[in-house]
């Protein structure tokens, strides 16, 4: 059964860079043809769509926030990072990751962790 688990700083300073790691267990971020995922929810801008990683280290990032965020991987470790830069208290959320296959099929999802940035 494959689970995911967010982890990182749960306050990060306006202007610094948010880097959150999302582990995988009972199964490998490698395996054909699944697409591994970022996304965040606040009260003011709903439900974001960040950006994934592929099975093949292949990316895509949401446009809105490419210029700022990277999506990385370690496959030894079977983690995914995010990486959003020069951040203000707009990017206060509750942030998650999650899997999907290249026919949709969406989960699982990890519990979520809350990013508050602030000075």
């Known amino acids: 059964q494959v689970q995911l688990q967010e982890s990182g700083p749960g306050l990060v300073k306006p202007s610094q860079t948010l880097s959150l790691t999302c582990t995988v267990s009972?199964?490998?971020?490698?395996?054909?043809?699944?697409?591994w995922n970022w996304v965040r929810q606040s009260p003011e801008k709903g439900l974001e769509w960040i950006g994934y990683?592929?099975?093949?280290?292949?990316?895509y990032i949401n446009p809105s926030l490419e210029s700022r965020t990277s999506i990385s991987r370690d496959t030894s470790k079977d983690q995914f990072t995010l990486q959003l830069g020069s951040v203000t208290p707009e990017d206060t959320a509750v942030y998650y990751c999650?899997?999907?296959?290249?026919?949709?099929?969406?989960?699982?999802w990890g519990q979520g962790t809350q990013v508050t940035v602030s000075s």
């Open positions: 999650y899997r999907i296959s290249d026919v949709d099929q969406e989960g699982p």
């Open positions: 009972g199964g490998s971020i490698s395996t054909k043809y699944y697409f």
């Open positions: 990683i592929a099975w093949n280290d292949y990316t």
